[in-house]
C-alpha cells in the first residue's frame, strides 16, 4: 500500500465493495453489577468512498461506534466486516495489525507531539511500520503537501495555528495510506472558518477516493457530508443521503481571499 505516492487509496474495481459493514452491533460496558448498552443493535454499511457523519445527542454512543470501527475496541455482540475482513472476532493482537494498517485517526484535541515537528509527527507512524527513512521522508512530505503545509514540516505544534495543526494530524492519519479516516469531533476545537478548512481537507482527501467518517454535534459540519447517520440510545435513527453536500471550497472563497490552505 505504501507504494502508492499520489493516490490517496481506492481501485476503481471495488468502488462499489462496501468497506464497513455492521450487523446488529451490540457494545455493553460492565459498570460493577450495572450493564451499560452502548450500542443495542446497528446495522450499517458503508461504500468506499462514502464521506458520513455521525451525529446524535450525548451518551448516543457515537465514541463507542466509532471505537469499534477503528479497532480500538471490540462489539460484545453482532458482526464487522472491514474491507470484507471479519474482524469481530479477531483478539488484540490482530486488531491492532489491522488498525495499523487500514485506519487513519483524527481526534478534536490534535493529540501531536509538542516537542516535534510537524514532519516529524507525520512520520512517526511510519517509523513503527518500519518504513525506510527515505520513503518516510518522501511519504510524510507528500502528506504535508496534501492538506496545504509543504512550507511548515519544521514548525513545531506551538508554532502553528489550531486549524494547521488539525492538518498535521491529517496528514499523519494519511501517512500510512488508510483505507478510510476516522475524525471524532475533528472540528470541535476549532472556529466557524478554522473548521471550514479542515472540511475543505477532507472533501479534498475525500474527493480522492478516501473514505471518510467523522463524528459531529454541528449540522453545519455535517452538512459537508454526504450521508447523515444519527443514533440516539444506541441504535440508528435516521440514515439519509445528502444529495448536495455543501462545498467548503465555495463557503471559503465566499469568505476572503482563498489562503495558504492550497499551496
Ligand atoms: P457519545 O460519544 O455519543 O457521547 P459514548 O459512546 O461515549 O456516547 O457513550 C455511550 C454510552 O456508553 C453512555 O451511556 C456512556 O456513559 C457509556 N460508556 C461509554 N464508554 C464507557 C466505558 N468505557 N465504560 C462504561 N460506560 C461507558
Ligand atoms: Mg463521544
Not at 490482530?94 to 507531539?113: H, M, P, T, W, Y
Not at 495555528?161 to 471524532?184: F, K, N, W
Not at 476545537?189 to 472540511?199: A, E, F, H, V
Request: charged share 25%.
Amino acid at each position: 500500500m505504501l507504494d502508492q505516492e499520489q493516490t490517496v487509496e481506492v481501485s476503481t474495481a471495488e468502488e462499489n465493495a462496501p468497506i464497513i459493514r455492521l450487523e446488529r452491533l451490540k457494545k455493553s460496558y460492565k459498570m460493577g453489577r450495572t450493564e451499560v448498552q452502548a450500542l443495542r443493535g446497528v446495522d450499517l454499511s458503508i461504500k468506499k468512498g462514502e464521506m458520513v457523519a455521525i451525529m446524535g445527542p450525548s451518551g448516543s454512543g457515537k465514541s463507542t461506534l466509532m471505537n469499534i470501527l477503528g479497532c480500538l475496541d471490540r462489539p460484545s455482540g453482532g458482526k464487522y466486516y472491514l474491507d470484507g475482513i471479519s474482524v469481530s472476532q479477531m483478539n488484540k493482537g490482530e486488531l491492532a495489525d489491522v488498525r495499523n494498517q487500514k485506519i487513519g485517526f483524527v481526534f478534536q484535541s490534535f493529540n501531536l507531539l509538542s516537542w516535534m515537528s510537524a514532519f516529524s509527527n507525520v512520520e512517526l507512524p511510519l517509523v513503527y511500520a518500519g518504513v525506510s527513512t527515505e520513503r518516510r521522508k518522501k511519504r510524510a512530505l507528500w502528506a504535508l503537501k496534501l492538506v496545504g503545509l509543504g512550507s511548515r514540516a519544521n514548525h513545531r505544534p506551538m508554532e502553528l495555528s489550531g486549524g494547521q495543526q488539525q492538518r498535521v494530524a491529517i496528514a499523519r492519519a494519511l501517512a500510512t495510506s488508510p483505507a478510510m479516516i476516522l475524525a471524532d469531533e475533528p472540528t470541535g476545537n476549532l472556529d466557524t472558518k478554522t473548521s471550514t478548512q479542515i472540511m475543505m481537507v477532507l472533501q479534498k482527501l475525500n474527493a480522492r477516493g478516501m473514505t471518510i467518517i467523522l463524528v459531529t454535534h454541528e449540522p453545519d459540519i455535517a452538512n459537508y457530508c454526504h450521508r447523515k447517520v444519527v443514533l440516539r440510545d444506541g441504535k440508528i435513527r435516521e440514515d439519509s443521503v445528502n444529495a448536495f453536500p455543501l462545498s467548503a471550497q465555495e463557503q471559503l472563497a465566499s469568505w476572503s481571499a482563498p489562503d495558504e490552505t492550497e499551496e
